[in-house]
């Protein structure tokens, strides 16, 4: 009877993953790695990795604790839960206890947990990173897509939130809010922020704000809505982005006291999962959430850098009749190739898939299709990783410039190659459809 029992919980198990495909971001970063070994030249915009070193005072902080090889608490090393949390109270004004902090191997990691130990429907607005909603069907949650307009840029509204919740207001969920988003590179307005808010108090939902992009807001300006919403608001973040370490694997949650059993749940799965953090990354990682002007500084550069070549790639896809938004932060384009529809299904190319595989194979530029992100299939919208160049080489010119004014064209062109010639391939290439 066990046996059996064990058996068939094996076979569901399957089943929920069997008919998953592996992560479209790592499935194109793969696939374009193996065309370069075949000599092919192929500029990789599927990715969505930072180009940039990590800081050198966390480097080197790494350094110094790579003796520490004991087993850290479950939920993380006491010194780095209150420097986390010193952190987005002194950047954000998001001040909670650091009890109320939560260390993992990633946000990707605490994510997943996140969705096991919760009950309720996962809500998120499409489109969206391409891991929400696999990890629900892995876990076996309710996945809801919130659907979202182009003209709004595919942002969530509070209206379209508001139309999912009300025919059954008492129904558990968390909804998903990702800004600046992956993949459209958009972010909210501060009352865009506030309705939002209010929409999920009223339906008392549970938020996951996933802010792994905040500090590369171009003008650094990033609001968390945890500021409107801070009962039922879990703050996600981490090491990857704006420190450049995402094979580090360090990442944080911020839970408000109200929400303080999901992190003891979390916390109880961990020890019988990954059991602890790795203790030397914990231990720089300290260094990182501590921030200082070298730091700053290295924020500083790598927002221009962003910004300059966000809108510089922005305009030239546009100028090929392209409709993308502008980016505000990030480092991610989402283009809907629609004008070209027509010619495009001459050539039997009807779908985003097609689209990028097409792409792919005739101008060596690897982006990947609007369909992995949650949309439908045969819109013609892509995601755009705009950071195949050397970050550390751009970083080292941004020194020797005297102001802001001289990071122009000629300067992107020099330092971010690799990038800026895919794109003027991807315009070559739609000129050649017309």
């Known amino acids: 009877m066990a046996y059996n029992k064990n058996n068939n919980f094996n076979i569901q198990l399957n089943l929920k993953v069997r008919g998953l495909p592996q992560s479209a971001t790592l499935v194109i970063n793969e696939k374009s790695a193996e065309l370069i070994k075949q000599g092919r030249q192929i500029y990789k915009l599927g990715l969505g990795q930072s180009p940039f070193p990590v800081p050198r ?31 987005h109270c002194r950047r954000h004004g998001i001040c909670h206890s650091a009890e109320n902090v939560l260390i993992g191997p990633g946000s990707k990691e605490l994510m997943f947990m996140l969705q096991y130990v919760y009950y309720g429907d996962l809500l998120i607005p499409t489109p969206s990173w391409v891991s929400y909603a696999p990890q629900a069907k892995i876990i076996g949650r309710n996945v809801e897509w919130l659907q979202t307009k182009k003209e709004n840029f595919w942002r969530l509204t509070a209206e379209e939130l508001e139309e999912h919740c009300k025919d059954d207001p008492t ?32 339906y008392k939902l549970v938020l996951l704000s996933d802010e792994i992009y905040g500090e590369l807001h171009y ?13 039922g608001t879990i703050l996600s973040g981490g090491l990857s982005k704006w420190c450049g370490a995402g094979g580090w694997r360090l990442g944080t949650f911020i839970f408000p006291h109200s929400l303080r059993w999901l992190l003891d749940s979390m916390a109880v799965m961990a020890s019988e999962t990954f059991t602890a953090t790795s203790a030397p990354i914990q231990y720089a990682a300290v260094r990182a959430f501590q921030g200082g002007d070298t730091i700053e500084k290295y924020l500083w550069n790598a927002r221009m850098i962003l910004e300059k070549l966000g809108l510089l790639l922005a ?84 020194e020797h410039l005297n102001g802001k004014d001289e990071l122009d064209e000629e300067f992107l062109e020099t330092h971010c190659a690799p990038t800026v010639k895919a794109v003027h391939f991807i315009c070559e290439w739609l000129r050649l459809i017309q």
Request: charged share 30%; with cysteine.
């Open 219 to 231: 003008k650094g300006k990033h609001i968390s809505i945890c500021r409107y919403y801070p009962e």
């Open 57 to 87: 005072p966390v480097i080197d902080e790494l350094k110094v604790n790579a003796f520490q090889k004991d087993y850290l608490p479950v939920k993380g090393l006491p010194s780095l839960r209150e420097a986390v949390a010193e952190y």
């Open 315 to 398: 305009k030239k896809l546009k100028d090929e009749n392209v409709f993308v938004p502008k980016p505000a932060g990030g480092f991610y384009l989402f283009p809907d190739f629609s004008y070209y529809r027509e010619k495009l299904a001459e050539k039997g190319i009807t779908t985003s898939v097609k689209f990028c595989d097409k792409l792919l194979e005739e101008a060596g530029v690897a982006i990947l299709p609007g369909a992995s992100f949650g949309r439908p299939v045969d819109e013609l919208t892509a995601r755009l990783s705009f950071v195949d160049f050397d970050g550390a080489s751009a970083m080292e010119a941004v």
């Open 171 to 202: 129904r558990p969920r968390i909804v998903i809010l990702n800004y600046p988003s992956n993949p459209v590179g958009v972010t909210y307005t501060q009352d865009e922020l506030k309705k939002i808010a209010h929409v999920a108090r009223k």
